[in-house]
């Protein structure tokens, strides 16, 4: 007779199963969904992003800095004494150097006495910055860098410069201080009519000139005075 717990078929009939069991495994995160994570690809791509944009700024900040530098910032001038009229004889062009408030303001200029009247060129050349040259042979001016030409009053004859030379304000004045002349046209300079030797010649602060001579603000090399894209402004 067969076992009350076993089956017809022999199968053991018992209570609820004790033995081993499957177990479900833990989940496991995906760090590629948090937004913090950085991938090694994602990290390198910022790397050369900053690294690309710090070279770019140590580039054009120079770059900018130097072409800006003369139009942006305000220079302190003074009238600077040159020396008695005596020292430009009429018919001449003198090299001077003048010295400004501070080093930074030093320059040389080519003092025109003609005609009965003084201008005061400035001998930085408009196209670079670089020290043109006197020819008293053609009474013009060059710029040994890259072949600028000027006129005898300064006017770009022929090269890369966009303007003409600089110029200075400029004034004649007794020992004592008082002024003789000043320069009502720049096209013309300080008269000399009715000043003595003795009178004192008088640098001020540049200024710039389109090809009328007309006068602006000082620019720096480089810079156009007018036109549609100039932003400049005549004083």
């Not at 991938?39 to 800006?68: D, E, H, N, Q």
């Not at 003369?70 to 001077?96: A, C, K, M, Y």
């Not at 090269?159 to 009502?184: C, M, N, S, W, Y």
Request: with cysteine; proline share 9%; charged share 25%.
């Amino acid at each position: 007779m067969a076992d009350n717990n076993e089956g017809e078929r022999g199968v053991t009939r018992g209570g609820q199963y004790s033995g081993p069991v499957a177990q479900e495994s833990a989940p496991v995160s995906d760090p590629h969904d948090d937004p913090a994570y950085v991938t090694r690809t994602k990290f390198l791509s910022g790397v050369a992003l900053v690294t690309g944009g710090v070279m770019t700024a140590a580039i054009l900040v120079p770059v900018i800095g130097f072409a800006a530098a003369d139009s942006v910032q305000e220079e302190e001038w003074r009238w600077v004494d040159v020396g008695p009229l005596s020292d430009f004889p009429d018919g001449e062009v003198t090299s001077i150097a003048v010295s400004g408030p501070n080093p930074e303001s030093d320059r040389r200029a080519f003092l025109r006495h003609r005609d009965g009247a003084i201008m005061a060129i400035w001998n930085r050349c408009a196209h670079l910055g670089c020290p043109v040259s006197y020819s008293a042979g053609g009474d013009v001016y060059s710029c040994p860098c890259h072949g600028g030409a000027y006129d005898s009053l300064g006017r770009v004859t022929s090269g890369p410069p966009p303007r003409p030379l600089d110029r200075f304000d400029i004034k004649i004045a007794t020992p004592d201080g008082k002024d003789v002349a000043r320069q009502e046209d720049v096209k013309v300079g300080v008269r000399t009519d009715g000043a003595s030797p003795d009178d004192r010649v008088l640098i001020g602060r540049p200024f710039s000139i389109d090809e009328d001579q007309n006068p602006y603000r000082i620019h720096g090399p480089g810079e156009e005075v007018d036109g549609v894209l100039s932003n400049l402004y005549p004083f």
